[in-house]
């Protein structure tokens, strides 16, 4: 499909969303002629007002004139002067995929690389344009591939994707303009109305009266009902703008594998796929496991520190296998890119170019000027001032210390129900004695619950609660140990973080736990675990 036709798509689209609403806007204005002309004016004054105020998020969201611009993403500004050879292969890129380079180039934190275009009068005259790279994208891709994904993002430019994107974007805020405008006003009703029945319920009981219950099922049902009709012409909207996203994507793609090669197209696909995956898992578990304990990793290592996992020998071999077995459907009908797998499918499917993929002469982060550099200046860019403000630390200390400010967290129901239960300090031993006065089940009882728990009583009120109060003791055991030096976290780039534990531990843990929740609760294993008083001081 051409542009001029996708142009045209678009419009008419956008067209309809105006016809629907149109149409309305008549059929309220009819109700409320006709109401005027054969009703008593009370009622017609009535029903008139209520019309109105169904008619405003119609009207809020035809006459949204404006699509909200592309600000920018969070990122770092660089300038030709600053990455002279990332500009370099930029430019060379554009020029190859056959279209005008971008006004900005900005790095961001992300696994990704996009494209955007300011266009003006809905795409109909050009914009500024702005290219997104991620440096966790660079830290993981070869040059070449790198020149892939950049050729693929160019291909949207030179097929005009970003300029018709603004006539789309002005269809699906318009749609959801006023699916939300009609979704809120019900809330709102219904949270009005819920105040005023606990109000009433409130009034009641002090009356010694009994209070009715709180019943909000059908308030607001006038918007919800108006909303129906524009979801489901905003799902049409999504699924028939989507379809064309798609095909914009494969020939994206096609671009890709005519600028850097059909291997390296096909190998670039695969390999952000991969990184997508390591990245998670890197941000979970290792940049933000000391956020707990208010620690950050040293500076330029959040965005840098994924090298590190991708080095790993052990983790190599596990993504080598994801490399080999990528998701092969799509998650959502919405979802602009078709699977990964079809997209290298269908790129193989070319003709062979005669440009394998080979070795590649140079990592894409060689392209960066002082990385290490540029990965401080992304997080000054990035993080929110709180995030700047907090402590580095190294990357062992930063493990363990996340590890236990999220043990010391998830300790705190137990802790806070010890408080509750005993009036004493939250510790372990103090635990312990409450057990050994016949108190543990009383404290138990003071676990968060839920609805089947709250609801049992005797051994099944136990049986429901015993798991967690297990879990409670053991990470107060833990903490213990790790308080006095005898555990710590250990960390590691190939597989996750370990608790180290003194020796014999791991055999006698489960047994002592098992006895001290136990009906008839033996406190005895459990306390023979407990650093002795003489090794918290060290």
Sequence with gaps: MGVSLRALRALALLAGFYLLGLFVLGVFAALGFATCQWTRPVIALKLCIVLALLAIPVVRGMFLLRTPKDDGESGLAVTEGRQ????????????????????????????????????RLLGLLPGRRRLYIGVPLMTGLSEIQLRAVLAHEFGHYGNADTRISAITLRGRHSVARTVNSFMERAENRVGKERARQEKAAGKALRKGREAKEINTRGVGFGYRAMARPFIAYG?????ATQSAARRQELAADRTAARVAGREAAASALREVAVLDAAHDLYLSGYATVGAPAGLLPPHGQFYGGLRHLLAEPGRRSELEELRHDLPGTTASPYDAHPPVTERIRLIRELPDDGRAAGTPERHALALLHDPERVCADLETATFVPEALAMRRAQWPELLHLGRRARCEEEAGPLRHAITAATGGDPTLRALLDAADTGALWRIADRLPKSEAAGRASGRAAREFVRPDLRSGLARLLVLELVDARLAWWEMSWSDPSRLRLPEGYEELMPAALDAAVADSPDTAPLRALLPRPSSLSH
């Design 84 to 119: 002279p050879l990332l500009w370099s292969t930029v430019r060379e890129v554009a020029a190859a995929a056959g279209t005008r380079p971008p006004d900005e180039l900005v790095l961001t934190g992300d696994v990704n690389a996009s494209v955007s275009e300011n266009a």
């Design 235 to 239: 799902s049409f909207y999504l699924r």
